[in-house]
Nanobody, 122 residues
Framework: QVQLVESGGGLVQAGGSLRLSCAAS????????MGWYRQAPGKQRELVAA???????NYADSVKGRFTISRDNAKNTVYLQMNSLKPEDTAVYYC????????????????WGQGTQVTVSS
């Protein structure tokens, strides 16, 4: 059983910063790509940022230069540092990870966290 647990969301004024964390736990063989998605009310879930096991990153155009994704492989944790926050960043942020588990053979599967609310006031 694998779980992703997020933390760090909250309410912040425009221009402020927040740092999200997502820790994976359970019967993990290895973790491949990890990422953050967000979903605002009435909108589809969208990719915010992703990082590979080799630490290559990619970002949505809307957050480039403001958000930074990083990971600590020893702690099975991914972070999202969010600076210069805007009201349009308000959404529920979800952690995603492609994780390999092993039971007789290796199996890769996408896992999701429960989501954490980020609200940016103007």
């Amino acid at each position: 059983q694998v779980q992703l647990v997020e933390s760090g969301g909250g309410l912040v004024q425009a221009g402020g910063s927040l740092r999200l964390s997502c820790a994976a736990s359970g019967s993990i063989f290895s973790i491949n790509a990890m990422g953050w998605y967000r979903q605002a009310p009435g909108k589809q879930r969208e990719l915010v940022a992703a990082i590979t096991s080799g630490r290559s990153t990619n970002y949505a155009d809307s957050v480039k230069g403001r958000f930074t994704i990083s990971r600590d492989n020893a702690k099975n944790t991914v972070y999202l540092q969010m600076n210069s926050l805007k009201p349009e960043d308000t959404a529920v942020y979800y952690c995603n990870a492609n994780i390999a588990t092993m039971y007789r053979s290796i199996s890769n599967k996408d896992y999701w966290g429960q989501g954490t609310q980020v609200t940016v006031s103007s």
